[in-house]
């Protein structure tokens, strides 16, 4: 079933005029006549059946009705407006943006991403390093990687990859002045704790970690705390502690030796894990599919687990 809708001509001029109170100021800001906004004004007045201005002699004011429309027709404009910016957007065949979290994107995507280009080399990868949740129906964005429950309404979600916390540390606390052994030993070291905003009651922080193992010589509320994963492996790399960390975060950091792992099979699986969210319906580029294979072969792969 069809809908006319009045010129948009007709529309612009009566916006103008209504958010100015005058024709005249109306027609400087459309770079028009005067006249030309009062002839635009009454094509849209004859369309809707009744006056849109009440005139007072060389001044105007709003309807009722046409007041009450003002906010609707200025959402209305800058949703066309948002139209358009996408319509302009160039074709990008050949280009794949990611968004995902700050300390996911720097401490796994990035290290691997060297990978796909090798592969790939006609295929521009852009990162946005980002918290939020994507709209896709706004930002430029084809993939988003997430980390957290899951099954995201409105979404397409594939599973990536699990994620567990383990101890981690420089080599050099191995044998410094305070031998790192068992854990047991953890009552001589800072410990380093990550509180970055990822609300997974299920992730264990030190105090249960070392509860669950029966240590009650190592205080688990000491110690330094950072709001992002990332700046908790970097501290534990300097060698300033001890990092309860998620594993995933510190996959290239372990493989590099900047980090060991001094504790074997101490690991802790969490419920939250590494999502590929995708918007339905949208056409899959030949360039986003091989980066989603890849990212996906790199995740299954053995050499993130250390």
């Not at 009722?64 to 959402?75: C, H, V």
């Not at 280009?95 to 592969?119: C, E, G």
């Not at 501290?235 to 960390?245: C, F, P």
Request: charged content about 25%; aromatic content about 8%; overall charge neutral.
């Amino acid at each position: 079933m069809s809908t006319a809708y009045p010129p948009l001509n007709a529309l612009r001029a009566f916006e103008a005029a209504a958010r100015r109170l005058s024709f005249t100021k109306a027609a400087e800001d459309l770079d028009v006549t005067p006249g030309a906004i009062s002839q635009q004004v009454k094509i849209l007045e004859d369309f809707v059946g009744q006056p849109l201005f009440r005139r007072l002699g060389r001044a105007v004011e709003l309807t009722d009705s046409a007041r009450a429309s003002m906010p609707l027709l200025r959402e209305a404009f800058e949703r066309i407006d948002d139209a358009v910016r996408q319509m302009r957007l160039p074709l990008r065949r050949e280009r794949v943006s990611v968004s995902a979290a700050p300390s996911f994107a720097s401490k796994w995507l990035v290290p691997r991403i060297d990978r796909f280009q090798a592969a790939n080399p006609d295929v521009q990868v852009w990162v946005a390093a980002d918290m939020n949740l994507v709209d896709f129906a706004y930002a430029d964005v084809d993939l988003a990687v997430r980390y957290g429950p899951g099954f995201y309404e409105g979404v397409t979600s594939e599973l990536l990859m699990s994620e567990e916390v383990l101890p981690v540390c420089s080599p050099a606390l191995l044998d410094g002045p305070k031998p790192l052994r068992s854990p047991q030993d953890l009552a001589g070291h800072t410990l380093l704790h990550d509180v970055s905003p990822d609300n997974d009651p299920s992730c264990p922080d030190w105090s249960m970690w070392l509860a669950a193992r029966g240590i009650a010589r190592a205080d688990g509320n000491q110690g330094l705390r950072f709001n992002q994963s990332a700046m908790v492996i970097d501290a534990a790399a300097s060698g300033r502690g001890v990092a309860l960390a998620k594993r995933a975060i510190a996959a290239a950091d372990l493989q590099s030796g900047r980090l060991i792992a001094p504790f074997a099979g101490e690991g802790d699986k969490v419920g939250f894990a590494y999502w590929l969210v995708r918007p339905k319906g949208r056409t899959m580029t030949p360039a986003l599919k091989a980066f989603l294979d890849w990212i996906k072969s790199e995740a299954t792969g053995d050499d993130w687990v250390i």
